[in-house]
């Protein structure tokens, strides 16, 4: 699949610290309960840490006590995209930065959380940048 923003990985290396190269490009998991957006509760704008791509907002971020950031939506459907994950021995839906397809983590669905759209992305904060709300 071809991407708007793509970039030899000497590039990614370099604008990414190791962790974040981890995650982003070669789709690690951060640990739970480490991350930098777990618990938080500033409104504003994730983007990814890659590209820069608006992903999710605060108004769709919830506390599913899971050890990553959740959210119930993205901030666009066309912002993400859905990927089968067979890794693991087991089937998951991968979420990958639609502009760049930096791994950001994955999606749950029917999990009884009280969302409007029974869905729990899980994403790694390292994959994330938050933009706080002006005012």
């Not at 009884?112 to 904060?125: A, E, K, W």
Request: with cysteine; net charge negative; charged share 25%.
């Amino acid at each position: 699949m071809a991407y708007d923003v793509e970039k030899p990985d000497e590039q990614w290396r370099a604008e990414l610290n190791p962790a974040e190269y981890a995650v982003l490009r070669e789709a690690a998991t951060e640990p739970a309960f480490t991350g930098e957006y777990t618990d938080t509760k500033t409104e504003g704008v994730y983007s990814c840490r890659a590209c820069g791509a608006d992903l999710f907002t605060s108004e769709t971020k919830f506390a599913s006590h899971c050890g990553w950031p959740s959210f119930f939506d993205p901030k666009d459907t066309d912002a993400v995209e859905l990927i089968e994950d067979r890794s693991h021995g087991m089937v998951r839906t991968e979420v990958r930065c639609a502009r760049c397809g930096s791994h950001l983590g994955h999606v749950f669905e029917g999990e009884g959380y009280p969302t409007p759209t029974d869905q729990r992305y899980c994403i790694n904060s390292v994959a994330l940048r938050l933009a706080p709300a002006e005012g």
